[in-house]
């Protein structure tokens, strides 16, 4: 069955860094677009980033341009979701999904079960 494994969340300081992943099992991973979403505390679920099945294109929300570079490795089934320059509003639950096409831009089928990001002083 398919399954979407998200880590390497946890606690940063404002201006740091973190690197999530998400090991994807079940499904020819090089072929479906792969998002990231997050939810903040009392808010609903944002779209943060997609990529492509290939790797050949990327898109980010506006406040994470520039910040945030999504990356994928098919050869070990895993998107990334490197994020630098951190700010106490990027603390959410970060869930990765598989979206139903090559881009994700349709719709998603699979939804990992998230990981904590909090930024702190």
């Known amino acids: 069955q398919v399954q979407l494994v998200e880590s390497g969340g946890g606690l940063a300081q404002p201006g740091g860094s973190l690197r999530l992943s998400c090991a994807a099992s079940?499904?020819?991973?090089?072929?479906?677009?792969m998002s990231w979403a997050r939810q903040a505390p009392g808010k609903g679920l944002e779209w943060v980033s997609n990529?492509?099945?290939?790797?050949?294109?990327?898109y980010y929300v506006d406040s994470v341009k520039g910040r945030f570079t999504i990356s994928r490795d098919n050869a070990k089934n895993t998107v990334y979701l490197q994020m630098n320059s951190l700010k106490p509003e990027d603390t959410a639950l970060y869930y990765c999904?598989?979206?139903?096409?090559?881009?994700?831009?349709?719709?998603?089928?699979?939804w990992g079960q998230g990981t904590q990001v909090t930024v702190s002083s």
């Open positions: 079940g499904f020819t991973f090089s072929s479906y677009g």
């Open positions: 990529i492509y099945s290939d790797g050949s294109n990327t």
């Open positions: 999904a598989k979206g139903t096409t090559t881009t994700a831009w349709d719709a998603y089928d699979y």
